[in-house]
């Protein structure tokens, strides 16, 4: 997705903007339509109820995942009626193979995507199998990650966001097995006897139902679950494995035909599932068919965050963190330029460590970031998201403060920061207010500062910050130092 596209709809879809106010869901309803010889699958949605203004835009989500076999990413073609001025089909893959299309539509006000009245179609979803056989499957989720499918609109006033609930529309699959052609027709033969079925007042049997095949799909740090739908279930449910008994828990349940659903875990956590499909009897109770076989997922860690990378002396520089929680160890990237190759430069097998200290060649700079791991149920490790790439800096100088009441001067004082150019001298009435920048000391070796206490206040709070000179003669500021109070 373009740059501008994304700031342009952050400003209506992530609900937690200010000051856009985000109304609760209304009952929407739409419809999936399959096409399996086109292996297409066509997305229109019915005008929301109580609409009274023109909706100019609108965000919905797209599953698609492989029951079985595997696919190359969709593409998704807008439909021409649609006269929005951005039209935006973003396709993203997991990492176990399965596609997110995140579809926006966007125009000026006069720009209605409903303005033809009952049923839109949005546009046209082409899947892609490989192979002979397979069974994708396509749904609607929400993008904000709950279980029930949704869609996100904003009308031409453009003050609020209102949740669509998609939840009648349901998955679609598109499926091709093997031996599907039914070939020739068989041999005539003796014409079988009816089954002339139960007696007068005697129940009919129900069979068990098959068992259904699980997938689980991490999206940090929630678990989208997807199965086969089973000829016949009138539902299922998700078991998880309690830890302390050792035993399968049901978590959901749910009738069919749903085959989705999603819950938020905790991060760098491992969870083990089943799926059983069932059938209601006479008597309301279940009848379960097989579980299916157990399924490991491990969520990886959070991002590691409050990662700093400070220079210890002209060759060596000493990156800290935050520990990430649950954490297994760190993995260190470093490259010389910020959006450039990054290297592998360290793997940190204990989760509690928050520092490390690297080699770093005096002049040189470079751009370091972090990212944590936990060790899954199968032993290999599981990575969390890098933090963002951080420059090494100078580091904050420690500065002590002196009051002279027969001259009323304010003097402070620090040591000499390694590869610091220079210092930067702030001022503020408050501890907490803002700071303006009074002084830059150009000499690496001028460690102190001396000034009339200034007038305007009883006391002052002072913050000082070193610099180191970059090319072009940028100058690169680290952090600040602890802030220090005079009156």
């Known amino acids: 997705m373009k740059k501008w596209i994304e700031i342009f709809m952050v400003s209506f879809f992530l609900c937690a903007i200010v ?10 309803s739409g419809s999936l339509t399959a096409d399996g010889e086109k292996n297409q699958v066509t997305v229109s949605l019915d005008t929301p109820e109580g609409k009274t203004e023109a909706i100019t835009s609108l965000r919905l989500q797209l599953f698609v995942s492989a029951i079985t076999g595997s696919m190359e990413a969709p593409e998704f073609a807008f439909e021409g009626a649609i006269s929005s001025m951005i039209q935006d089909a973003n396709v993203s893959k997991d990492e176990n193979g399965n596609y997110l ?11 209605d995507i409903f303005a033809s009245g009952g049923s839109v179609k949005l546009g046209t979803l082409s899947v892609k199998p490989v192979g002979e056989a397979y069974e994708l499957q396509v749904e609607i989720v929400d993008l904000a990650g709950g279980s029930e499918p949704m869609a996100r609109y904003v009308e031409a006033a453009g003050s609020s966001v209102t949740e669509l ?54 999206s940090k740090p929630k678990i989208v679950f997807t199965w086969t739908n089973i000829a016949g279930a009138d539902g299922y449910t998700l ?5 302390a008994t050792q035993k399968y828990e049901e978590f959901y349940s749910v009738a069919a035909p749903v085959a989705a659903y999603t819950k938020e875990y905790t991060y760098a956590s491992t969870h083990s599932f089943r799926i059983a499909a069932y059938k209601v009897k006479a008597d309301n109770s279940k009848l379960y068919g097989a579980q299916s076989p157990v399924i490991n997922v491990t969520i990886g860690p959070d991002k590691v965050k409050d990662f700093t990378p400070e220079y210890k002396n002209t060759t060596k520089a000493v990156l800290s963190w935050k520990k990430a929680s649950g954490a297994s160890g760190y993995q260190i990237y470093r490259s010389t330029k910020k959006s450039g190759k990054y290297t592998l ?23 370091y970031k972090i990212r944590a791991y936990v060790n899954g149920a199968d032993g290999k490790p599981v990575y969390g998201s890098f933090c963002t790439a951080e420059q090494a800096k100078v580091k904050a100088p420690k500065v002590k403060v002196s009051v002279n009441a027969a001259s009323k001067s304010v003097k402070l004082s620090w040591k000499k920061i390694a590869r610091a150019n220079g210092y930067n001298i702030y001022r503020a009435k408050k501890k907490n207010g803002k700071y303006k920048l009074i002084k830059t000391i150009k000499n690496a070796s001028e460690l102190s500062f001396t000034e009339t206490k200034a007038s305007g206040s009883s006391v002052w ?15 690169l500021e680290g952090k600040a130092s602890v802030i220090v109070k005079a009156k």
């Open 461 to 475: 709070y002072y913050k000082v910050c070193a610099y180191e000179t970059q090319k072009k003669g940028k100058a």
């Open 345 to 367: 430069l360290k793997t940190i097998k204990k989760g509690s460590t928050k520092s490390y200290t690297v080699t770093h060649k005096a002049g040189k700079v470079y751009y």
């Open 101 to 111: 299309v995140d579809l926006i539509l966007s125009g000026k006000k006069n720009q």
């Open 239 to 243: 078991y998880e494995l309690n830890p």
């Open 19 to 28: 000051p856009m106010a985000v109304f609760a869901a209304t009952n929407g």
């Open 165 to 218: 609930s998609l939840a009648n529309v349901t998955p679609v699959r598109i499926e091709k097995k093997n031996g599907s052609d039914p070939g020739p027709d068989p041999v005539p033969g003796p014409e079988p006897k009816p089954d002339p079925g139960p007696s007068p007042g005697q129940p009919q049997e129900v069979v068990a139902p098959g068992t259904p095949s699980l997938t689980a799909t991490v």
